[in-house]
């Protein structure tokens, strides 16, 4: 009963805090909306080839082949152009595929290669987004990422400085019970905000996408622990300057995830960094969730079950630790 009263008060102290609702769930949601109707149009779509003689054609080149097979999932059509045949791995019915096609093959022979001109649409077995819906997964590990790591620097920061952790040291409750009792509120307020944000996405801009229900609670409760976990990590390393700390991190989360900026225009050194980047593998399981395979299955069970030790390890851990730090010094 004592955690039920106190997951229910710190459930409604979170929305009566207007800057950490701000922050959290408004922001993410105006970013979704500003690079979805700046950026990006739903009329685009991405190609690719591989080619041994030299096209002029529209498209990403690759000069290895086996790459382009391995990346096809991330273009609405790939071809491969060898010993006078073209491949067309085609992974959208839209007409821009098809006149791309056309222009393929005109080009192909135009190079004297009319003979033999063989086109194989093969379509795939698993959907692409469009950067849209890219940016719309994104926003999900966005919101989650402010929610968990900002809601425990807040908390813990605020708590200090009003001196409820000292009160709540008189009470009979352990530190594990207020962590436990702090991290099902966030997961609840986790859930609302992708709920808001799937809503938004479906009615301003017609977003709807198939999702695996089992798959998308694996990674939504692995998420909201892995942050959590960040977020208490901080709060135990950097004591006075937490907020500083998350605020900086957030926004290097933000370019080095590709939620809004696409790592392939990063140099190499810069493009490495994404690899330690939590939010990186936090969008892949939303994504593989959704039905893009990003990742394959046995990726998305380890990067879940990551998340899950690493943020319960550091939550009951580093929680435990600033209780006593506070008692200490109280």
Do not use: H
Not at 55 to 62: A, N, P, Q
Not at 238 to 250: D, E, G, T
């Amino acid at each position: 009963m004592k955690i039920l009263m106190l997951t229910k008060s710190l459930f409604l102290e979170y929305f009566r805090n207007k800057i950490s609702f701000f922050f959290n769930i408004l922001f993410p949601l105006v970013l979704f909306i500003l690079f979805s109707l700046v950026f990006f149009s739903e009329d685009t779509a991405n190609f690719a080839y591989f080619s041994n003689i030299e096209l002029d054609i529209f498209g990403k080149s690759y000069n290895d082949e086996e790459k382009l097979l391995s990346d096809r999932g991330k273009y609405d059509a790939v071809a491969v152009i060898k010993d006078n045949e073209v491949i067309v791995y085609k992974n959208s019915n839209s007409a821009m595929v098809y006149v791309w096609i056309d222009t393929l093959v005109n080009k192909v022979k135009s190079f004297g290669l009319k003979n033999v001109v063989n086109i194989k649409e093969t379509k795939l077995d698993y959907i692409i987004f469009s950067q849209r819906e890219n940016i719309y997964i994104g926003t999900f590990a966005l919101s989650i990422m402010s929610i968990g790591m900002f809601s425990v620097v807040n908390l813990f920061d605020r708590y200090k400085r009003v001196g409820t952790l000292k009160r709540l040291k008189l009470l009979p409750m352990s530190s594990l019970s207020f962590v436990f009792s702090f991290s099902i509120s966030q997961f609840f307020i986790s859930f609302i905000s992708l709920v808001i944000i799937r809503l938004i996405g479906a009615f301003l801009f017609s977003i709807s996408l198939k999702v695996n229900v089992f798959y998308f609670s694996i990674a939504l409760v692995s998420s909201v622990i892995g942050m959590l976990g960040i977020g208490t990590l901080i709060s135990v390393l950097f004591k006075k300057s937490a907020a500083n700390v998350s605020q900086f991190l957030y926004i290097v989360f933000i370019f080095f995830s590709g939620i809004y900026f696409p790592l392939e225009f990063l140099p190499k050194f810069l493009k490495n960094l994404s690899f330690f980047i939590p939010v990186k593998y936090i969008v892949d399981i939303f994504k593989f969730s959704m039905g893009m395979q990003v990742i394959n299955i046995s990726k998305f069970f380890i990067y879940s079950f990551i998340l899950i030790v690493f943020g319960l390890f550091l939550l009951l851990i580093g929680g435990k630790i600033l209780f006593e730090t506070e008692k200490v010094g109280g």
